[in-house]
């Protein structure tokens, strides 16, 4: 599967954005759906996840409450909505895809990775 991020921009903080991944190649619902971001100078983190069907979601601390992951398996697309954003969020997003949910989260050796998209928040 080939995946593909789009949505970034730059926001003020306190704003939102939408980020949208679309798959081609295979089907998305084969896959558990990831998001990831790599702020400048850090390591890449990841941020949240969602299962194949939808049904289970897990972030990580730092965006409960304010991000949202979402998927339209029919679009082949998978969505990070984000709200109450903040100068920390300024990141490189990256979307990701894998088959196996516990291997997603970890970010490592995953069946296939978007290109990031850059959203950067000002204070």
């Known amino acids: 599967v080939q995946l593909q991020a789009s949505g970034g921009g730059l926001v003020q903080a306190g704003g939102s954005l939408r980020l949208s991944c679309a798959a081609s190649?295979?089907?998305?619902?084969?896959?558990?759906m990831g998001w990831f971001r790599q702020a400048p100078g850090k390591e890449r983190e990841f941020v949240a996840a969602?299962?194949?069907?939808?049904?289970?979601?897990y972030y990580i601390d730092s965006v409960k409450g304010r991000f949202t992951i979402s998927r339209d398996n029919a679009k082949n697309t998978a969505y990070l909505q984000m709200n109450s954003l903040t100068p920390e969020d300024t990141a490189v997003y990256y979307c990701?895809?894998?088959?196996?949910?516990?291997?997603?989260?970890?970010?490592?050796?995953?069946?296939?990775w978007g290109h990031g998209t850059l959203v950067t928040v000002s204070s």
């Open positions: 190649g295979r089907t998305l619902s084969s896959y558990h």
């Open positions: 969602i299962t194949q069907g939808g049904y289970s979601t």
């Open positions: 990701a895809a894998d088959p196996r949910y516990s291997k997603l989260m970890s970010g490592f050796a995953l069946d296939a």
